[in-house]
């Protein structure tokens, strides 16, 4: 199967050992998963499609919100892929697994207080302080950690069946233009009006998001530990709308909070290099920086912690927004609607057959012209021809 296939969803696919002959049930499980992908594929190819025809993201995105019946088969697709096929493979549930991971290493066992005293070291050591006098002053900034707070306020944004719910730690508020369960709220996340901050203890905030009610039109700043937008930012067709949405984070943020970003890619670890530069970038200039970084191999996982209070937003210098591309932004209609033409897939069988005849090759491809071998780590051809970091 093509590996495009899987860029849209963030879906995995199973290896399977030689020879392993494939259960009957299974066909007809991966032809209802490839329908309900499609479903998802296509919802997100017809805004790119009418972005690149009208050029009116605000219009386009409000067409899109007022069509129900659309958003409601892709939110039921969504929801079943993650019920009944993303739970059987380890990169399906491993977003969530990842997420959580992350927020107890930094909030709950030292990894905040590890990154502050860095910054502070950091930033003395640029003044031309000491070492000894950086030393003294290392403990003066540290923050309470959240076991003294309460629980971790986590606001998933596109966040369709709620899948943090079960996590005792996180107090979850998850958000979706057309949720797939009750307990996520209606809301349009591009559009949420900010209000001034809370001036309440952590046990009144708490109490403050259990009251929310439905649909959520307006959110006070400063409200929340940790933004997860998983697989969100590829759904919206123009890098000015996952600029709003990373800037939205930054502002419903604590400070030292953290934004989660995940979104699909199938291709090896440096084929988008670039991109995940060009992105690293574009968020940290907002008040960001970043904390991790690991690539599964259908899709990266980014963590960036809140390191300034005042949202910055520099559009003189360099064009940010236009930095948090994906590839298919570069894509014709033609291209798209190549991507729309049915691939033939080959069976299980066929697939253990053609692995086992590459077993035979040597393990380095080689060159009879040059007589030497040829290394497969060069990034694509695409990847140098990078179109927005060339300009910068």
Request: charge should be negative; glycine fraction near 4%.
């Amino acid at each position: 199967m093509d590996l495009r296939d899987n860029v849209e969803t963030g879906e995995t696919e199973n290896h399977q050992e030689l020879f392993y002959m494939p259960i009957p049930d299974e066909e007809p499980c991966k032809r209802v998963q490839e329908k309900l992908s499609g479903v998802v594929k296509n919802v997100h190819r017809k805004l790119r499609r009418k972005y690149r025809e009208v050029g009116d993201f605000e219009k386009i995105w409000r067409e899109h919100c007022e069509d129900e019946q659309t958003l409601s088969e892709y939110a039921l697709a969504m929801k079943n892929l993650a019920d009944n096929h993303w739970t059987k493979n380890c990169e399906g549930e491993g977003r969530i697994e990842w997420c959580r991971s992350v927020c107890q290493e930094y909030f709950l066992d030292g990894g905040m207080k590890r990154m502050l005293e860095k910054d502070e070291k950091s930033a003395m050591l640029a003044m031309g302080l000491t070492a000894t006098a950086v030393s003294a002053q290392q403990h003066s900034t540290n923050p309470s950690s959240i076991s003294q707070l309460g629980k971790m306020r986590l606001l998933d944004v596109g966040s369709c069946f709620n899948p943090f719910l079960k996590f005792d730690e996180f107090l979850t508020v998850g958000i979706d233009i057309v949720p797939a369960v009750e307990s996520v709220y209606k809301c349009d996340f591009l559009n949420l009006q900010l209000q001034q901050p809370l001036q309440l203890a952590g046990d009144a905030v708490e109490a403050f998001l259990r009251q929310l009610h439905n649909p959520i039109d307006s959110l006070p700043a400063q409200l929340f530990h940790v933004v997860v937008f998983s697989l969100l930012l590829s759904y919206f067709p123009s890098p000015y709308q996952r600029w709003i949405c990373c800037k939205k984070a930054h502002e419903l943020l604590e400070l030292h909070g953290l934004l989660l970003i995940i979104t699909p890619d199938s291709s090896h670890q440096n084929r988008h290099a670039l991109m995940m530069r060009s992105w690293r970038v574009a968020v940290e200039s907002l008040g960001f920086k970043r904390y991790k970084y690991v690539k599964y191999s259908h899709m990266h996982l980014i963590a960036f912690r809140k390191v300034c209070l005042a949202t910055t937003s520099d559009l003189v210098s360099r064009n940010y927004p236009e930095m948090l591309y994906i590839p298919q932004d570069f894509h014709s209609n033609e291209e798209e609607e190549c991507a729309d033409v049915p691939v033939q897939v080959r069976s299980e069988f066929e697939d253990d057959q053609l692995a086992w005849g590459f077993t035979e090759l040597p393990d380095t491809p080689y060159d009879s012209d040059s007589g030497e071998s040829q290394s497969s780590s060069v990034p694509g051809f695409h990847e140098l021809e990078d179109p927005i970091l060339l300009q910068s």
